[in-house]
C-alpha cells in the first residue's frame, strides 16, 4: 500500500513540484492493482501541457474564456480578451487578431508536449499589432523576431512582455515608455545592452536576461 501511495506522488511529483495532490488515501486504498495507479500517472502526464497552459499560462485572468483558434475568436471579436496560438506553426500574425479590440492577452510563444514541442516562425511585428491598446499581456517566445519597433511604446497597457528565444539584436530605446510593465523576458536573446532609457520602468519586477551576453544593467535602473 505505501508503495502504491509513493508511486503515485512520485509520478505526479515529476510533473510539477509545487502541484499540490488533491486526493484521499481512501481513494487509494480501493484501488485494485498497482497498474490502475501506473495508468493514472501516465494519463496525469500525457494531460500535463493542456493543464499547464490553461490554468497556470492564464491564471491572471481564470474568469475570462480562452480562445484557441481564430475560428471561434471571430464568431465575437469584441468579446475576445485572451487569445491563445501558441505553437500553431504561424508564420505570421493572423490578420483577424487587429480586429479584437478588447483583447488583453495575446500568446504567441510555444507549447511544450512530454518530449517535443511546437513553436510558431513570426519574423515581423506589423503597426496593427500596436494598436491593440489595451493589450497587457504579450507572449512572442520562441519565434524568429529580429526587431522590436520603436512603435512598441503604444502598448500602454502592457503589464507582460516576453520575447524569449527570438533572435533579437537590441531593445528600442522606446521599451522605456512601457510604464505599466512588470515582467521582460529577453532569455536566450542577442541582445548584449539595455538602453538607459530602462531606468525608467518603474513598475518593472521580473527580468529574465538568462542566456544573453548582458554583463551590466544601466546606471538608470539604479532608480527602480
Partial sequence: ?????????????????????????????????????????????????????????????????????????????????????????????????????????????RIQYIGRARVNFISELPNELFHLENL?????????????PAEIKKLKSLTTLKLRGNPVKELPAEIGLLRKLEILDIGFTQIKALPSEFGNLKALKRLYIDYTEIKHLPESTTKL
Fill in 136 to 148: 497587457e499581456v504579450l507572449d512572442l517566445g520562441s519565434n524568429q523576431i529580429g526587431i522590436i
Fill in 1 to 109: 500500500m505505501r508503495f502504491k501511495v509513493f508511486l503515485l506522488h512520485f509520478v505526479l511529483g515529476f510533473m510539477d513540484e509545487n502541484l499540490e495532490l488533491h486526493i484521499s488515501y481512501n481513494t487509494i486504498h480501493k484501488t485494485k492493482t498497482l497498474l490502475t495507479i501506473i495508468v493514472f500517472g501516465i494519463l496525469s502526464l500525457n494531460c500535463y501541457s493542456q493543464w499547464q497552459s490553461e490554468y497556470l499560462l492564464h491564471w491572471t485572468v481564470p474568469e475570462e474564456k480562452i480562445y484557441k483558434s481564430i475560428e471561434d475568436a471571430m464568431k465575437l471579436p469584441d468579446s475576445v480578451k485572451v487569445l491563445d496560438l501558441s505553437g500553431k506553426e504561424l508564420s505570421k500574425i493572423p490578420d483577424e487578431v487587429y480586429q479584437m479590440k478588447n483583447l488583453k492577452e495575446l500568446y504567441l510563444g
